[in-house]
């Protein structure tokens, strides 16, 4: 199978609002709950899940993160970005018996 | 609080077979039920998730490693491993086992700390 497709980079200034979009088949979404996102802040570190369920955040994650889906398409926002928020970004689909990550996304906050 | 600890060669030659193993503390492998997944990065590139592991013993694998990929489960020992055969320098990448966060959530909330494997002569 193929990874899912996002963007390679997005940028925006502080405050601003940025969206990721993760592009796959309808056999990569055809899982239970099929969407997650993650963020990692460094190479070599853990990646850190932010959206799980397609929309659902893990306690200690801000509301400004947000996911959604439509289709064969899956979206994360970040409302007021932060300097911090600056990551790789990382889409998951659940395709039932296996999952598929996408290629990931660099977020330069400038 | 759950955690994962991977353990395994760093170093392993061309052809040969790659074993890592996964301890899971604060918590029982059997308890609920859970995937159990075995997760790779190369180094300096994108996540590849490459197989996981119901905790009654049902795998299931990535399409494209499944002829190379095992993954297993050992309740005893509250661990749970992998192995990858006929391994090239493709595979040289930082292995991490992961939990959903929930039960029936689709979302990795539980990470270890991530074991780097190189393949070399």
């Known amino acids: 199978q193929s990874a899912l497709t996002q963007p390679r980079s997005v940028s925006g200034s502080p405050g601003q609002s940025v969206t990721i979009s993760c592009t796959g088949t309808?056999?990569?979404?055809?899982?239970?709950?099929?969407v997650s996102w993650y963020q990692q802040q460094h190479p070599d570190k853990a990646p850190k899940l932010i959206i799980?369920?397609?929309?659902k955040r893990p306690s200690g994650v801000p509301g400004r993160f947000s996911g959604s889906k439509s289709g064969n398409t899956a979206s994360l926002t970040i409302s007021g970005l932060q300097a911090d928020d600056e990551s790789d970004y990382y889409c998951?689909?659940?395709?039932?018996?296996?999952?598929?990550f996408g290629g990931g996304t660099k977020l330069t906050v400038l | 609080q759950l955690l994962l600890q991977e353990s395994g060669p760093g170093l392993v030659k061309p052809s040969e077979t790659l074993s890592l193993t996964c301890t899971v503390s604060g918590g029982s492998i059997t308890s609920n039920n859970y995937y159990w997944a075995w997760i790779r990065q190369p180094p300096g590139k994108g996540l590849e998730w490459i197989a996981s592991i119901y905790n009654s013993g049902t795998p299931y694998y990535s399409p494209s490693l499944r002829s190379r990929v095992t993954i297993s489960i050992d309740t005893y020992k509250n661990q749970f491993s992998l192995k990858v055969t006929s391994v090239t320098a493709a595979d040289t990448a930082f292995y991490y086992c992961?939990?959903?966060?929930?039960?029936?959530?689709?979302?990795?909330?539980?990470w270890g700390q991530g074991t780097l494997v190189t393949v070399s002569s």
């Open positions: 309808s056999s990569d979404f055809s899982g239970y709950n099929s």
């Open positions: 998951c689909s659940n395709a039932g018996s296996y999952r598929v």
């Open positions: 992961a939990r959903d966060i929930e039960p029936a959530a689709r979302g990795y909330g539980y």
């Open positions: 799980y369920d397609v929309n």
